[in-house]
């Protein structure tokens, strides 16, 4: 919806050392103490990396998301995990997140 915009809506971001491989847009998870890495299929997230320098990751942990999605996800509460270290998946027992929007390429949450 063009008129609508959620963007910066209760963002929180803190930043972590990050592993090899975490860029900008990734979608990650605590994989050490203090330290991000990448998601694989079926994990649960910590949230976006919204910029990374320096081997830092700034990483977004609540607020709104859009991200690429994989299979069917629904409006309303929903658990979300990563299929990937860039797409979002439906999955029982993933982060509770409200859906807002849905289409056929990403899906729309709030943390």
């Known amino acids: 919806m063009e008129n609508v915009s959620?963007?910066?809506y209760n963002e929180n971001v803190i930043t972590l050392p990050a592993a090899?491989?975490?860029v900008k847009g990734s979608?990650?998870?605590v994989s050490e103490n203090y330290k991000v890495s990448n998601c694989a299929d079926g994990?649960?997230?910590l949230g976006v990396v919204?910029?990374?320098r320096g081997g830092y990751a700034a990483v977004q942990t609540k607020g709104y998301f859009k991200l690429k999605k994989a299979g069917?996800?629904?409006l309303g509460f929903q658990e979300l995990a990563a299929s990937s270290s860039t797409v979002i998946k439906?999955?029982?027992g993933g982060v509770p997140c409200q859906v807002i929007a849905?289409?056929?390429k990403y899906v729309e949450f709030i943390i």
Do not use: E
């Open 43 to 45: 994990n649960q997230f």
């Open 72 to 74: 069917s996800i629904g």
């Open 20 to 22: 090899d491989g975490v």
């Open 6 to 8: 959620f963007n910066g």
């Open 27 to 29: 979608i990650v998870k």
């Open 90 to 92: 439906a999955l029982g």
């Open 50 to 52: 919204v910029n990374i």
């Open 102 to 104: 849905v289409d056929s």
